[in-house]
């Protein structure tokens, strides 16, 4: 991994042409012309010599991303074949990584505090996080006649803590200006272990504890009338066959449900890339595990501003930097690598609608895996 040099660069902007090529947006636009490298991008040359199979698995949110990341990476690296197991979610990755079974897992949240130890037993120093992905949990709704819905994040709290259970109630009312016809709200949450209901349950905790009196985690903790299904496709099929339904999941995972604009402090805020990556620079701050060359990220709810989308998602690639096998290093390595470089970033983005992770992150990305060996 190497900060760019304009010598090596036309090499990655040919795999991401190539990959943009292949691959249509997510967000249903047309694909735009293929992104240029910069000198003052992080970029990374692919060995189109290596061989052999990385397998991974986890976090559903990044499914359209490894999808194109495979791509644009196998358009160089044509010997080697990464199967990566969106069926899992976090939950599922990261034990899966624990057990030795993934070189790398998927995840939208990073290892807790047992979780580091228990990876000391596969990796010599514990395993770390890298964020390889930035997007936003994004509320989808499905309501007869509706295409517009405004809510803020304490009428969002109790809806999901299923204390608002109508359409028609005040609190929506308020929120939109006018009244929504009377019908009962059914909410769809997540059945497995998910980095998504991490996330969102981050944001509910932290910014609604009047309201949200579950703790954060992975697992979603409402029970009653909550349809869970398994993996954000799941939930998003779910809400699309519903009716009254409203659910989360990783933006680039909508397809064309409607999702909420949030409203803070006034201003309702829709997701796009521009207002998440606007959340990462005013309130990620460092967490990181104490494993040298971990980058876990955490958030700080009172930073947000009008111009912040509320509910951001960073996944990572939960990885050792010391492997049993220095082929299989120099593979995983070589991958996350590509990932984590500024055009690897790109054709996320242009494929399964992400924001771009700033320079400075991939920055230090790039020194992490230069470690693996």
């Known amino acids: 991994m190497k900060l760019s040099r304009l010598a090596q660069l036309g090499t990655v902007a040919a795999v991401a042409s ?62 080697v074949t990464i199967n990566y197991d969106k069926s899992q979610g976090s939950g599922g990755g990261v034990t899966n990584f624990l057990s030795g079974a993934y070189d790398f897992a998927g995840s939208d949240s990073p290892l807790n505090a047992d979780q580091t130890t228990q990876s000391q037993a596969l990796c010599t120093d514990g395993g770390v996080n890298i964020p390889i992905y930035l997007d936003g ?64 349950t981050n944001y509910l905790a932290a910014t609604q504890s009047s309201v949200w009196t579950s703790p954060a985690g992975k697992d979603w903790p409402i029970e009653g009338n909550v349809s869970k299904q398994k993996g954000g496709s799941g939930v998003v099929e779910a809400v699309k066959a519903g009716s009254g339904t409203i659910g989360y999941a990783d933006h680039s995972a909508v397809g064309d449900l409607k999702s909420v604009a949030i409203v803070v402090d006034g201003t ?49 690639a939960i990885t050792c930097t010391e492997f049993k096998d220095t082929k299989q290093a120099e593979l995983v390595k070589s991958y996350l690598g590509f990932i984590t470089s500024s055009l690897g970033q790109q054709v996320a983005a242009k494929n399964a609608g992400s924001a771009p992770l700033p320079e400075s992150v991939l920055a230090d990305a790039a020194k992490t895996l230069e470690a693996i060996k």
């Not at 521009?274 to 700080?300: P, Q, R, W």
């Not at 111009?307 to 960073?314: K, Q």
Request: charged share 15%; net charge negative; aromatic share 8%.
């Open 18 to 79: 190539l990959a943009l090529a292949g691959c249509s947006s997510s967000t249903g636009g047309t694909t735009e012309s293929s992104p240029s490298a910069t000198s003052s991008d992080v970029a990374f040359t692919i060995d189109p010599n290596l061989a052999g199979t990385i397998t991974a698995g986890g976090s559903s949110a990044q499914a359209n991303a490894q999808a194109a990341w495979t791509s644009a990476y196998n358009a160089t690296a044509k010997g």
């Open 137 to 200: 949990v994004a509320i989808i709704f499905n309501i007869p006649g509706v295409t517009e819905l405004k809510l803020s994040g304490e009428t969002i709290a109790k809806i999901f803590a299923l204390q608002i259970t109508d359409w028609s109630d005040p609190a929506i009312t308020a929120d939109n200006g006018t009244a929504l016809a009377a019908g009962p709200i059914t909410t769809v949450a997540r059945s497995d272990g998910s980095g998504t209901t991490q996330n969102f």
């Open 268 to 316: 309702a805020i829709p997701f796009s890339p521009e207002a998440v990556t606007a959340t990462f620079e005013a309130a990620a701050v460092d967490a990181d595990n104490g494993v040298a060359g971990d980058l876990s990220k955490k958030f700080d709810y009172t930073k947000l501003t009008a111009e912040t989308y509320p509910i951001p998602l960073v996944s990572y």
